[in-house]
């Protein structure tokens, strides 16, 4: 039996402050490399770390480390993991104001809610454990986990799984507005994240606080 209607999140920028945790962490990972000899190039600007947020693991590494091995790139993935949870753990971020209470007001509605993350598993694991998501989160899909190629593919694979008749997706970068608009999903831009001018234009809605959400979904039938 399919599921009636489910809201999809994105991770980083919507839900997570994650600028604070992602550019300590791409910083340290460079500092690492460096130490090792393994990279020489130079280290990205703050401006080009937060660009390359939402983008699968394969093209951020593409990005900031244009033409390094296949071992360069292993090691800066392991390393910017351990990073980010470290700094997980020494609270260096935290949610958006008014996510927790949001979902959980969505889910005593009923609601079943996933996060769908370009990110890596472990690290949106991390986070689920540290911010206590696990029991408002029906599942957590993520391009580290299935090993998808876009957002879009992401999405369409959890809709196909779940059998989800109608759902929104909620999320900060085009790619989230791309994956809700080729996927027929109802979109909806935060515009407190990471978005750059025109970025979310293509979404239904756009908000600038989390929980104006609320306010803006389509009318919604979980029988």
């Given amino acids: 039996m399919g599921m009636p209607f489910a809201i999809f999140f994105d991770m980083d920028g919507t839900l997570l402050q994650t600028e604070k945790l992602s550019t300590p962490a791409f910083l340290r990972t460079f500092e690492r490399l460096r130490e090792k000899g393994l990279w020489t190039g130079k280290t990205p600007s703050e401006e080009e770390l937060v660009n390359v947020l939402g983008m699968t693991v394969e093209q951020i590494w593409k990005k900031l480390l244009p033409g390094a091995s296949e071992e360069v790139v292993r090691a800066a993935d392991a390393w910017l993991l351990e990073f980010e949870i470290a700094l997980l753990q020494e609270k260096a971020t935290d949610l958006y104001p008014g996510v927790r209470e949001t979902l959980e007001q969505l889910h005593a509605q009923g609601i079943p809610l996933f996060v769908a993350s370009n990110g890596q598993e472990k690290y949106m694991e991390a986070i689920c454990r540290e911010y206590e998501l696990q029991s408002l ?87």
């Avoid at 190629?149 to 989230?176: C, N, P, T």
């Avoid at 831009?189 to 234009?201: H, I, N, R, T, V």
């Fill in 137 to 223: 989160l029906t599942d957590v899909y993520s391009a580290g986990r299935f090993g998808t190629r876009s957002k879009v593919d992401l999405v369409a694979k959890l809709i196909a799984d779940y059998e989800i008749e109608q759902a929104v997706m909620v999320g900060d970068r085009h790619s989230d507005v791309e994956a809700g608009v080729k996927n027929g999903l109802f979109t909806i831009g935060c515009d407190f994240g990471f978005a750059k001018s025109g970025e979310l234009d293509g979404a239904n809605v756009v908000i600038t606080q989390f929980p104006q959400l609320l306010d803006h979904l389509p009318p919604i039938d979980i029988s």
